[in-house]
């Protein structure tokens, strides 16, 4: 098929590129580079510079049979400060690729949402049935970009799968966790443990959870790329896929920054804070649905794993 990647030179993205042209597709791989890296990109694929919602140049680049839709800004917390040009870069300018998208025929989408279109659920783990409620313009923008998907596929426009994506995590050695600023605890952990920070900080200690840290359900980038290349397949049989990507475990911050110590061997000052706004407590994926429907298993997404990769594929860009 020739696919075209939105987002390649970003760390999810760059994973998925590398392995649709490892299973024989020909692709082509769009980025602005906000926030991805131009070295990022996979050398088998065809890098074009630029933005998502360029409407000139995405027609420019011919027809696809599909896409998928990595492109967009992705911190919740920076969307509470500037959240007009979270709508702008996340829903419009995936609105304007989608015009070009369907008037050129393309079959399929598939969308990078998230488990912020959750925001903060009491009970878990969190299925897709549960009513989405976003804590923040980020997670709204996922969600705007859904219900637009969901009407391109009632009116017969387009076949859509919309993933919802918990914490991705890991890293392959082509393709570390690098985003432009850091978010991600376990990137930060690593800096931490590599001596290029003081300290980890970890924002709350009194959440209703077993050690008062936060709770987050880790998946392996590779994991995601594996169901992505599924749910491409799956959209022959599916015209619409709603799909959470998750392992249905969760790990505390507590956890993972201890992980990150055992797997590095190092012994870093771990700080306990405030609690950071916007936090929900506890996200973990209810994935049944994913794993019935594309046959899918998060099969590296353990969190020595996870933690374990993550540090081969930093340590390899210092
Ligand atoms: N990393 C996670 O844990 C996570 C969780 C849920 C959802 N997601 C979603 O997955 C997608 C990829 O995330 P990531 O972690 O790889 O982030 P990333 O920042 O590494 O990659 C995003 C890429 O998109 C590019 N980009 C942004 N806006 C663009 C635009 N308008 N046109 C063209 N390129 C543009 C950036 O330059 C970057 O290379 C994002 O849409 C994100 O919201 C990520």
């Known amino acids: 098929m020739r696919i075209l990647v939105t987002g390649a030179a970003g760390f999810i993205g760059s994973t998925t590129a590398e392995l649709l042209i490892e299973r024989g597709h020909e692709v082509v791989a769009l980025d602005s580079l906000v926030s991805g890296q131009a070295d990022n990109v996979p050398s088998g694929a065809t890098f074009v510079e630029g933005d998502c919602g360029d409407t000139e140049l995405v027609r420019s680049l011919g027809s696809f049979e599909a896409c998928v839709h990595f492109a967009g800004r992705i911190e919740p917390g920076e969307s509470m400060k500037y959240p007009e040009a979270f709508f702008a870069n996340n829903a419009a300018s995936t609105f304007r690729l989608l015009d070009v998208l369907v008037q050129s025929g393309v079959g399929r989408f598939v969308f990078s949402s998230s488990c912020a279109v959750y925001g903060d659920q009491v009970v878990m783990p969190i299925d897709e049935d549960r009513p989405t409620q976003p804590h923040s313009p980020y997670g709204q923008s996922k969600l705007m970009v859904e219900e637009g998907l969901r009407w391109l596929v009632s009116l017969g426009r387009m076949r859509a799968a919309?993933?919802?994506?918990?914490?991705?995590?890991?890293?392959?050695?082509?393709?570390?966790?690098?985003?432009?600023?850091?978010?991600?605890?376990?990137p930060i952990a690593l800096d931490a443990a590599a001596g290029r920070r003081e300290r980890l900080d970890i924002f709350g200690s009194d959440y209703p959870t077993p050690d008062g840290t936060c709770i987050r359900d880790y998946i392996h980038v590779s994991d995601l790329a594996e169901a992505h290349a599924l749910a491409i397949t799956a959209l022959d049989d599916h015209p619409e896929l709603i799909l959470n990507l998750g392992t249905g475990v969760g790990s505390s911050n507590r956890q993972v920054a201890e992980m990150v110590q055992s797997v590095t061997g190092t012994e870093f000052e771990i700080r306990y804070g405030d609690r950071r706004p916007g936090d929900p407590a506890a996200a973990i994926a209810g994935s049944g649905r994913a794993r019935e429907i594309l046959g899918w298993r998060p099969e590296r997404s353990d969190l020595e794993r996870i933690v374990g990769d993550a540090w081969a594929a930093y340590q390899s860009v210092q």
Do not use: D, S
Request: aromatic share 8%.
């Open 162 to 186: 919309t993933l919802r994506y918990f914490n991705a995590a890991g890293g392959t050695l082509a393709h570390p966790e690098r985003h432009r600023p850091e978010i991600h605890l376990i």
